[in-house]
């Protein structure tokens, strides 16, 4: 007679969570070392001379820098996204400063992905039913789902670079949502970032709340809507065919 198939949980082991770990250590110290002062406009208008310096000087250098340090500060999962675009756009200009900020999104966004599913993925097994129903409705349709939660910012960017290692999703499903998905948003950024000397040197301040101005964040909302349709027909097609005839 077969044995039958063990479908208990797999031994967790803590060498799954190093990674995480670390992340979480070099977060911790970051804060503590004073870290996030330099994460204000402030400091950036303070320092913003000497950047411009480095990165005229150290050409593609200064990029790779730029976007190793971009990558490291979201692997960090602190927010910072927002400003982080920012300043690409301050140093770079609003197309280039848009893609740099792109990639250093997606690298810094992976690296945490990448720690968190090691880590926590798998959890959820341990979970009610209800827990894994969720999680396989978002697995279904993940592409979708997790472009609409990159286009619109409905929640915090590190936080959905968690939830998406914690269910699990497939590294390149969750790559290509992210550089695509973070295209509107880190052009809107750095389009802002790119006029900030002049709006200072006339006494104003950037409207960090521009992508949620109607001009700006109706268009996206179209665009999520689009990228939903597919899903929602779905689950209409669904529906009708469980339907009796």
């Avoid at 000087?57 to 602190?78: E, N, P, Q, T």
Wanted: aromatic content about 12%; charged content about 10%; overall charge positive.
């Amino acid at each position: 007679m077969a044995a039958m198939p063990d479908h208990r949980p797999s031994r967790l082991s803590i060498s799954r969570f190093v990674p995480l770990g670390l992340l979480i250590l070099a977060a911790v110290l970051f804060v503590a070392l004073g870290g996030l002062r330099y994460r204000s406009l402030a400091a950036l208008v303070e320092h913003g001379e000497w950047l411009r310096e480095f990165v005229a000087r150290g050409g593609i250098a200064a990029v790779l820098a730029f976007i190793l340090a971009y990558a490291g500060l979201v692997a960090l999962s602190l927010p910072a996204a927002a400003f982080l675009s920012i300043t690409s756009g301050f140093l770079f200009g609003c197309w280039l400063g848009a893609v740099y900020a792109v990639f250093g999104a997606t690298i810094g966004a992976t690296i945490v992905f990448l720690a968190v599913r090691a880590g926590v993925a798998g959890l959820v097994e341990r979970a009610g039913p209800r827990i894994r129903r969720l999680e396989a409705g978002f697995r279904e349709d993940a592409l979708s789902y997790l472009l609409v939660l990159r286009l619109v910012p409905i929640f915090p960017f590190w936080l959905v670079n968690l939830a998406a290692g914690a269910v699990g999703l497939g590294l390149p499903i969750f790559v290509f949502a992210t550089f695509i998905g973070m295209i509107p948003t880190s052009f809107v950024y750095a389009s802002l970032g790119s006029g900030l000397g002049d709006l200072l040197a006339q006494g104003h301040h950037p409207d960090l709340a521009i992508l949620y101005q109607p001009s700006v964040l109706l268009p996206i909302i179209g665009l999520a809507a689009l990228v939903l349709l597919p899903v929602v027909y779905k689950r209409w097609r669904n529906g009708r065919s469980k339907q009796p005839a």
